[in-house]
């Protein structure tokens, strides 16, 4: 199993990491502290939802007892230090028109074969219909904007 703290960056070099998608009804940016509350209250309100999201179903996130805000924000703080050491990218997805934290966006090496990036998302439960646009930009936008051999990302 790879450990993502120690494991060395999986985009080469040279690629620059975009630091935003927009599309329709929403836009990508870096996931960081500054998220905290919004982050929090975006998936704890939705933690059933999240869960039976395609890519969830199976792992222990969202935990189902919810979490406090200073746990969250040590995850936040995770996140951050991945994409500035390139070993994985954490999104915020954020409300269009507004500004709303609505959803997120991983992507990351996959723990059991390193050469496959594992991409998973989820929305908000009063967003829902934004998932598979949200799936199929994204999804767009690894193709045609980096470069990753294999990705593996739950279809919508």
């Known amino acids: 199993m790879t450990d993502h703290t120690t494991a060395p960056a999986f985009v080469p070099a040279g690629f620059t990491v975009p630091r935003e998608l927009r599309a329709e009804g929403f836009r990508l940016e870096p996931l960081g502290e500054q998220h905290n509350e919004a982050d929090h209250a975006a998936w704890s309100g939705s933690i059933e939802h999240i869960r039976a999201t395609p890519g969830f179903g199976h792992g222990h996130w969202p935990p189902v007892e919810g979490m406090p805000l200073d746990r969250n924000l040590a995850d936040l703080r995770r996140h951050a230090a991945d994409f500035a050491a390139r070993r994985g990218f954490t999104y915020t997805v954020r409300e269009v ?24 998302s989820w929305v908000r439960a009063d967003r829902a219909e934004l998932d598979a646009p949200l ?22």
């Open 97 to 120: 028109p507004g500004d709303a934290v609505i959803g997120c966006v991983y992507v990351y090496p996959d723990r059991e074969e390193p050469a496959v990036t594992k991409v998973s």
């Open 135 to 156: 799936y199929r930009a994204v999804s767009a936008w690894l193709d045609a904007d980096w470069p990753l051999r294999e990705v593996r990302y739950s279809p919508r």
